[in-house]
Structure formats: structure tokens, C-alpha cells
């Protein structure tokens, strides 16, 4: 069964500072992998996702995030954190069907 | 905008009580599905529609029973209610050709007293 599981449940920088969060992930296939964003009081959604083509993904605004499969992570930087990216951030794999199986959930908290 | 909308977006009730939470998929998306949002348990995967058939089940209780109409609308139908049913629950849409792309609703927020 898929599952990811996402380090620390709450991240704090910054503004300016780099963004690293943390996923990794548990797939008897190879996966396909996704990083959600909810700002506050709305739906997720979609900021990148990994299919299988290149290793390195950019997503919408600013972020990426780099797929090791020896390490089964899927980490997700941004290289200068904006006031505008505090939010929580959901890594997902999916699953059966095209439903998707997501993490806890890190909450990023950007300082001025 | 994701294009899916839900309604209500607010439901206070009692314990014991039954509910009904109503979702419009984007336009030509065949695909439903439900989730459930609480602290204790984050994101869970409750159900799956794809026109009109149950696709694929995940945690949803035995109270709680969904289905999606000719015209792709999704209803999500929670009774005997119990206080720990209180969280958001979202409804999200996909076309099925990109998979895990989905488009969240902004939610349903159910508080049971």
C-alpha cells in the first residue's frame, strides 16, 4: 500500500530564507507524487507533481521539489521564502483509481 | 477559483442528526471524490465516484453514504451524527486523464453539538 509521511508538522522561517520541506514516501509501484497547498480557509491545491519523467519538478510559484528514489524522498524547496507562501503544504501519493493519499501536513510560517 | 463548488460551507447540528453535503464537479469532470479534514486525523480519503459508479473506498463509517447523480453532482449523506464527525469535509474533481490532478472545493465545515 502507498503512504507518505511528511517530517515536522510545522516549519518556521524567514522571509527570504530558503523553504525545505520534508516528505518521503512508501510504494510497492512506481509512484506518482504530488505537493498540495492550502491557504487558509480554501481547498488544496495542486503546486507540483512527479510522474516519472524528470527527477526535478517545478511547480507554481517558485517551488520544486526533486524525487531520489534511493533516498524514497520527494522534498520541497523554494530558494527565498515570500510572506505570501505561509500556508500548509500536503505531500501525496497516489493511489488506487487516481485518489489521492496524502500526508499530515506541514504548516509553513513565514517571518518578516 | 477551482470550479468545484459545495455547499453548505457551514452546518452546525446534534449529535444523532443526519446531514446532507452537496458538491458540483468542473465542468465535464467525471471524476468525484470526498475527503475528510480533521486535526486528530488530517486528510482521509472517504470515497470515489466516476460517472455515476463507486470507483474506489476508502475510511468512510458505515453512517455515512455517498452517490453521484446523472448530471455529475455528488451528495455526501452523514447520519447519526457523533461528535467526532465534526471536520471539513471536501469534495474534489478530475477529468481522469491526468492522474492525481485533482480541484478541491474550499470545503464543508460540519460542527456536531
Known amino acids: 500500500a502507498q503512504s507518505v509521511t511528511q517530517l515536522g508538522s510545522h516549519v518556521s522561517v524567514s522571509e527570504g530564507a530558503l523553504v525545505l520541506l520534508r516528505c518521503n514516501y512508501s510504494s510497492s509501484v512506481p509512484p506518482y507524487l504530488f505537493w498540495y497547498v492550502q491557504y487558509p480557509n480554501q481547498g488544496l491545491q495542486l503546486l507540483l507533481k512527479?510522474?516519472?519523467?524528470?527527477?526535478l519538478v517545478k511547480g507554481i510559484n517558485g517551488f520544486e521539489a526533486e524525487f531520489k528514489k534511493s533516498e524514497t524522498s520527494f522534498h520541497l524547496t523554494k530558494p527565498s521564502a515570500h510572506m505570501s507562501d505561509a500556508a500548509e503544504y500536503f505531500c501525496?501519493?497516489?493511489?488506487?483509481?487516481?485518489?489521492?493519499?496524502f500526508g499530515q501536513g506541514t504548516e509553513l510560517s513565514v517571518k518578516p | 477559483d477551482s470550479g468545484v463548488t459545495q455547499t453548505p460551507k457551514h452546518l452546525i447540528t446534534a449529535t444523532g442528526q443526519r446531514v446532507t453535503l452537496r458538491c458540483s464537479p468542473r465542468?465535464?469532470?467525471?471524476?468525484v471524490y470526498w475527503y475528510q479534514q480533521s486535526l486528530d486525523q488530517g486528510l482521509q480519503f472517504l470515497i470515489q465516484y466516476y460517472n455515476g459508479e463507486e470507483r474506489a473506498k476508502g475510511n468512510i463509517l458505515e453512517r455515512f453514504s455517498a452517490q453521484q447523480f446523472p448530471d455529475l453532482h455528488s451528495e455526501l449523506n452523514l447520519s447519526s451524527l457523533e461528535l467526532g464527525d465534526s471536520a471539513l469535509y471536501f469534495c474534489?474533481?478530475?477529468?481522469?486523464?491526468?492522474?492525481?490532478?485533482?480541484?478541491f472545493g474550499e470545503g464543508s465545515r460540519l460542527t456536531v453539538l
Open positions: 465542468s465535464g469532470d467525471l471524476s
Open positions: 512527479y510522474t516519472s519523467a524528470a527527477t
Open positions: 501525496a501519493v497516489s493511489g488506487e483509481g487516481g485518489k489521492l493519499i
Open positions: 474534489a474533481s478530475s477529468a481522469g486523464t491526468r492522474i492525481g490532478e485533482l480541484f
